[in-house]
């Protein structure tokens, strides 16, 4: 079990506006620590999709947005696109453990 | 450009060792901390250790300490993961990757796979 928790998918038709969540805890994104969203493709390098919170990398679209509030943040999708069917994760500096955590990962659908 | 390649995965059996490296081109090596992640098979991302530009800080997930060992080589740019006492639930893609700023990875590898089984 991940010490943060997105659901294990979801899904949205294209041109639709969908959002993962991700749940930690006061260790963790209700520390200072920033949160990140990467996606992932099978059998390729993990993307780096959002940083600090809510930074896109160059060449990020701006379809792509994040946020966080208290002990959760989210990742918004905007105008899905076919291209965008992969595996999302979260990731925040865990306090207690004194190192990286991952979301479980959530795979989007676009149907 | 930025680019990771990892090296050195294959099959291994339970209590055996491993190797895996990652050779580091396109920016300064020694100005970034660098990280192990792996994904099981059907599972999700674990950050498994990370280092500091000069090799002096260590840290590691809890399932891997004792048994893995994270260091860098400077002149050959490369950062290694010494894995010992290798287990059946350590088989995994093993990805190395640039940090930054708040622990963030903003280049990844390709990936190396390690099997562990008899």
């Known amino acids: 079990q991940s010490v943060l928790t997105q659901p294990p998918s979801v899904s949205g038709a294209p041109g639709q506006r969908v959002t993962i969540s991700c749940t930690g805890t006061?260790?963790?994104?209700?520390?200072?620590?920033?949160v990140h969203w990467y996606q992932h493709l099978p059998g390729r390098a993990p993307k780096l999709l959002i940083y600090d919170n809510t930074n896109r990398p160059s060449g990020v679209p701006d379809r792509f947005s994040g946020s966080r509030s208290g002990t959760s943040a989210s990742l918004a999708i905007t105008g899905l696109q076919a291209e965008d069917e992969a595996d999302y994760y979260c990731q925040c500096f865990d306090t207690s453990l004194s190192g990286s955590v991952f979301g479980g990962g959530t795979k989007l659908t676009v149907l | 450009e930025v680019h990771l390649a990892e090296s050195g995965g294959g099959l291994v059996q339970p209590g055996g060792s491993l190797r895996v490296s990652c050779a580091a081109s396109?920016?300064?090596?020694?100005?970034?901390?660098m990280t192990w992640v792996r994904q099981a098979p059907g599972k999700g991302l674990e950050w498994v250790a990370t280092i500091n530009q000069d090799g002096s800080e260590k840290k590691y997930v809890d399932s891997v300490k004792g048994r893995f060992t994270i260091s860098r080589d400077f002149a050959k740019n490369s950062l290694y993961l010494q894995m010992n006492s290798l287990r059946v639930e350590d088989t995994a893609v093993f990805y190395c990757?640039?940090?930054?700023?708040?622990?963030?990875?903003?280049?990844w590898g390709q990936g190396t796979l390690v099997t562990v089984s008899s």
């Open positions: 990757a640039r940090v930054r700023g708040t622990f963030f990875s903003d280049y």
């Open positions: 396109g920016f300064t090596f020694g100005d970034f901390w």
């Open positions: 006061s260790s963790n994104i209700g520390t200072i620590y920033n």
